[in-house]
């Protein structure tokens, strides 16, 4: 699981929403096209890859939102060697949006990214 969402820059690979991405500043920065061709640019904030986390925070995008921060984090499952737990969470301010909609948002980015992790790994 880790192999393939741990790369900073490996969104494209099981992220349907996120069709493009480029690495900057080396690897620290990605920038980021959603089908729209709407651009994201988010920085890495925190990588541990032993613990199989990463923390990024978003610097431009078509998001109402302000101090962005998530964390992509896989989990391994005691006495389990074939699934994992993956966790997916964000902290935010709303920007100008009513902070339930943000949340809906958000909370609706990572159920369907989530949900494209399971079918990725179950082809």
Known sequence: MWSL?????ALPDWLPYIPEST????GRVRRLKNPEGEVIVERLVDFKEIERHYSY?????PFPVSGYVSTLRVHAVPGRDDIAEVQWSGRFNP????EQEVVDLFTGIYADGLDALD???AS
Do not use: C, K, V
């Open 23 to 26: 690495s900057l500043e080396g």
């Open 95 to 98: 920007d100008n949006a009513p």
């Open 5 to 9: 969402i741990g790369g900073f820059d």
């Open 57 to 61: 925070a978003i610097f431009q995008a």
């Open 119 to 121: 079918t990725t790994l």
